[in-house]
C-alpha cells in the first residue's frame, strides 16, 4: 500500500504544473510515513522541493525534513521564507538541529541560527561544544525531568504540561536541586500506581540508574543500548548532574555509521 501511494505522489508530482491539484497531493502525502515521503523528496529538482514541504502536514513537516539528506536539506532551505525556516527549526528536536547547523556551510547555519528562538539557539550553542563522535555530541536535552519528593500526581501533571516537546516520555529522570542524577521511573510505573495523590516518587523510583558520561565515545554507547535493551541512557557531566539523554534511534544511527566506516575500509577507501 505505501508503494503505491509513492507510486501515486511521483505520478502527480511528475504532472504539477499541469494539474495543480495541490488538495490531491496533501490527502496522499497524508497517508504516507516521514521516510518514505523524505524519499520522495531526495528525487526532486531544487525547484520543486518549497512547494511539495508547503503541502505537508504540520505534524509530519518536521519529521520528513530530518530525514532529508544534508544538500537536499540545503536545497530545501534555500527556497523557505525566514517564518518557514523558523517553524521547521522550531519543530526539530534539539539534536537534529544540531546535526542541521553541524552539515550546513556558514551562510546557511547564520540563518537558521538566526531563525532559532533563543532557548533552542542555547541549547544547540551547548551541544554543538562537544565532540561529534561522543555521547554529548549526540544527545538531546529534551527529556523529562521529575523531583524526587513529587507525588505521582504531581509527576503527571508534570508530564502532561511539558511532555509535548520532549523527545521520549517512557523513562523519567530523577534529579536533586542541582540536577545529580538520583533515579529513574518508567511511565509505566506511574501510570498503574494505585495510589498516586499519595505515592512519592522517590519510593518507587529505579536509584541504580545506568549512564554515561558526556565524553564516553559514542561506538561505546551504542553497544550499551545492545547490552541493556534501553530506549535511552541518560548523560551526566563530571559532576554526575544530568544534561541529555541518548535515545535508540540514535544508537542505531552511529550502529549504521559505524557499520558503513568498517566496509569503506576493508574496502580500502576509508579516511
Known amino acids: 500500500m505505501s508503494d503505491t501511494a509513492i507510486l501515486t505522489l511521483r505520478t502527480m508530482l511528475a504532472n504539477l504544473d499541469d494539474a495543480k491539484k495541490y ?5 496522499v502525502m497524508s497517508t ?4 518514505d515521503l523524505a524519499a520522495v523528496f531526495e528525487d526532486l529538482p531544487p525547484e520543486k522541493l518549497p ?3 508547503r503541502l505537508c502536514p504540520k505534524d509530519l513537516a518536521a519529521e520528513i525534513f530530518a530525514e532529508l539528506t544534508p544538500e537536499t536539506q540545503q536545497n530545501l532551505i534555500d527556497g523557505l521564507t525566514d517564518k518557514e525556516l523558523k517553524a521547521v527549526v522550531d519543530d526539530l528536536f534539539v539534536d537534529d538541529a544540531t546535526d542541521l547547523v553541524e552539515e550546513m556551510p556558514a551562510n546557511v547555519v547564520k540563518r537558521i541560527l538566526g531563525q532559532a528562538d533563543p532557548a533552542t539557539r542555547r541549547m544547540i550553542n551547548e551541544l554543538l561544544k562537544y565532540p561529534e563522535d561522543s555521547a554529548g555530541g549526540v544527545m538531546t536535552t529534551e527529556l523529562m525531568e521529575l523531583r524526587p519528593d513529587w507525588t ?4 503527571m501533571d508534570a508530564i502532561r504540561k511539558n511532555g509535548f516537546d520532549k523527545e521520549t516520555i517512557n523513562n523519567c529522570y530523577v ?4 540536577r545529580t542524577l538520583i533515579g529513574v521511573v518508567s511511565l509505566r510505573a506511574l501510570v498503574l500506581s494505585k495510589d498516586p495523590q499519595n505515592e512519592i516518587i522517590r519510593d518507587m523510583m529505579d536509584d541504580n540508574v545506568v549512564s554515561v558520561a558526556t565524553t564516553t565515545d559514542q561506538e561505546d554507547v551504542s553497544q550499551m543500548f545492545e547490552k541493556y535493551g534501553y530506549l535511552a541512557i541518560p548523560v551526566v557531566d563530571n559532576e554526575k548532574r544530568l544534561v541529555g539523554i541518548v535515545t535508540i534511534d540514535d544508537a542505531i544511527s552511529i550502529m549504521q555509521d559505524e557499520a558503513s566506516e568498517d566496509i569503506a575500509k576493508m574496502n580500502a577507501i576509508g579516511p
Open 23 to 27: 488538495q490531491s497531493l496533501r490527502d
Open 51 to 53: 512547494v511539495l514541504f
Open 32 to 35: 504516507l510515513p516521514a521516510p
Open 152 to 155: 505521582v500526581a504531581q509527576a
Open 175 to 178: 534529579t536533586d536541586r542541582d
